[in-house]
């Protein structure tokens, strides 16, 4: 069974930059659709973005030209960078992987955006 681990929360000021990625055991973006999904307290997870096995790409509203999710499928990672962050980004990011395989997701890593 494939193992998502998230990295690179933490907090950043207004107008900042950071760099999630999420590691996964196996070879997977080849047979899976991954994306990114964010939750706050009381509410239930937010689609952010996501890539096709396909390589295509797709965003929320909220993120639209600010951030860019991508892959490296020799590291078997998934990105997300966000720039331009926003106190409401404040959330803690999940990546998710679906298609040939079990829906899975990762364990989160929380970024909080904050002066």
Same mark, same amino acid.
């Given at each position: 069974?494939?193992?998502l681990v ?15 990625s ?5 070879s997977?973006? *080849? ?5 990114w999904? *964010?939750?706050t307290?009381?509410?239930? *997870? ?9 390589g295509?790409t797709?965003?929320s509203?909220?993120?639209k ?5 991508? *892959?490296d ?13 926003k106190?409401d980004?404040?959330a803690v ?18 970024v909080?955006?904050s002066s």
């Amino acid at each position: 069974q494939v193992q998502l681990v998230e990295s690179g929360g933490g907090l950043v000021h207004p107008g900042g930059s950071l760099r999630l990625s999420c590691a996964a055991s196996t070879s997977i973006f *080849r047979i899976a659709d991954m994306a990114w999904y *964010r939750q706050t307290p009381g509410n239930g *997870r937010e689609y952010v973005a996501g890539i096709t096995k396909a390589g295509s790409t797709s965003y929320s509203d909220a993120v639209k030209g600010r951030f860019t999710i991508s *892959r490296d499928i020799a590291k078997n990672t998934l990105y997300l960078q966000m720039d331009n962050l926003k106190p409401d980004d404040t959330a803690v990011y999940y990546c998710k992987a679906t298609g040939d395989i079990p829906n899975t997701w990762g364990q989160g890593t929380q970024v909080t955006v904050s002066s």
